[in-house]
Every structure is written in C-alpha cells, then in structure tokens.
C-alpha cells in the first residue's frame, strides 16, 4: 500500500534525515508520533531516501564533475521535496535526465 505524505510529514522527515539518516527504533518511533505515520512507514522512507542519496551521490562521482555532483545533490533534495517543488520552478527538467524511449515492435 502506498502513502500519500503531507508537505508538514515531508518537512518533518527530512528535517530528522538532515540530523540523522539512519536513526535507531527509539527516533523512528518518535517521529512517527510526530509525524502521525506508522513506524514502519517512517523507517522505509528513511530507507528509500537513503537509497535514493546513494543513487545521486554514485552518479555524480562516476561522471567525475563537481559541478554535476552540486546539480545531483540539487535534484535529490527536489525529487525528496515531491512534485510540487519541481512544479514551482516551472517543470524544471535536468539535461542529463534518462528519456523513456518507446519500444518499436516489428510488424
């Protein structure tokens, strides 16, 4: 089941990720209070947001640039805020993002 996070339950979350990217069963239960979401919810968020800086931080360091690795960070902390972010910069779309290409089936 997916959830649906209020833009407060995203500020909470990534305030706490800020402070600690991995916290133990004690700060995940006190920000599931907080935040009003179940600690298992709490604890896969922290997990895909670790994942998902890790994917960001990997990219950036293969391709060598530093400037790439500030616009990777910038695109983290955009794709982690939600689509409302991006939304607000007017469908900011980063040059080097992968195209879906459409499959051509032979006839």
């Known amino acids: 089941m ?12 990534q305030a706490n990720f800020q402070i600690d990217s991995n916290p133990d069963g004690q700060d ?14 709490t604890q896969v968020w922290f997990q895909n947001c670790r994942a ?7 990219t950036g360091k293969a391709r060598g640039g530093s400037s790439e690795l500030l616009i990777d ?7 982690s805020l ?9 469908g900011f ?8 290409r459409r499959k051509k089936y032979r006839t």
């Open 28 to 41: 995940l239960e006190r920000i599931a209070q907080i935040t009003g979401l179940s600690k298992r919810v």
């Open 93 to 100: 779309t980063p040059t080097h993002a992968k195209k879906k």
């Open 2 to 13: 997916r959830t649906t996070f209020t833009e407060e339950q995203i500020q909470i979350l």
């Open 82 to 90: 939600g689509r409302n972010s991006v939304q607000a910069l007017g």
């Open 52 to 58: 998902r800086q890790k994917k960001y931080m990997n």
């Open 73 to 79: 960070t910038f695109l983290f902390l955009l794709i």
